[in-house]
Each structure stands twice: as C-alpha cells, then as structure tokens.
C-alpha cells in the first residue's frame, strides 16, 4: 500500500486554496448547514507543494462562508498529475454511490422522530415523502413522524380479498385500522 498522507494539521483557510481545476459545483449551502449544525468532521486534503485543496473543496468554501479561521488539513505529497486524478475521483465516486433506499428510509424515518428532526442530514420532509412514496410506503406526514402516541404496521398483502380478511381481523382485534391503496 502506498501512504502519501502527512499528518492533519489545523491550517488558516488563507494558506490553502480551491484547486483551479476542480470542474465540481457542490452545495456548499447544504454543506454550510452540515457543518453548523453537525461540527466540521472530517478534514481537508490538500496537495502538499502547492496549496491546492484536490478533495474537501466545497466543505472549504462552507468553513469560509461561516467565518472559520482554520480548517483541518491532511497534506499529501504528490505531483500535479496525481493531484489531478485524486480530485476527479473524488468526484466521481460519489457520483457513482448509490442508497439502499429501505435502510435509508428507515434511517430517515427514525431520525425524523428525534427533537432535531432531519436537521444536519441533507434531506427535508419532502425528501423522505418522496423517498418512501418511491419504495411504495405511504406518506408519513409531520404529525406522525414527530412522535404522535401511535405505532404504525405495514404489511403488504397479496389481493384485496387478503387485505379485507385481515383487516377485520385487526378491526375485530380493537386496532384502529385504515386501508391505504
């Protein structure tokens, strides 16, 4: 394995820059966000001979954007080809990451119920409706993600006869029941 990391150092945002080169636009709003809310984590990677930040440089522009005077910076010491081909992959392996969507629901949905809600997440409301409406989950409005005294079961069923037998069942049970379609 070939290491080219030094240490990670605290570094005044002036003695470091945006690569030039760097094609990404990110949002650096959204990262701004994360950042306020969540803590800067993670550090900065910056090529060691000349300055040039080849992978962190929206979250850089997010520190700026909130005052900070320093950021954490990993140097690596690599020549300008190399720092080329870190900062295009670093871009185009998260164009290339996917969601398992039903664990991320369910990670959303659980967040969602906490005091914060999905604040420091990058996702809104809208965000998971969408998602869970794209899973084939219902909507699950505000009230009922911010923690209304109810459990909700989901259950699929094979045909409308099944889904009325068992909705008698659960009824004839005392469970205040809805038929969604």
Known sequence: MKNVNDGTLDVAVEDIEPHPANPREGDVGAIAESIAENGFYGRIVVQKSTGHIIAGNHRY???CHLGYKTVPVQYV????????RILTVDNRSNDLATYRNDELSTLLVELAKTPDGLSGTGFDGDD????LKDIGEPDFSDSRIAGDEQNTLIVNCESENELRTLYGEMVNRGHKCRIMS
């Open 128 to 131: 998971l409706d969408a998602l």
């Open 61 to 63: 522009k997010a520190a």
């Open 77 to 84: 010491d690599v020549d300008d080809d190399r720092a080329l």
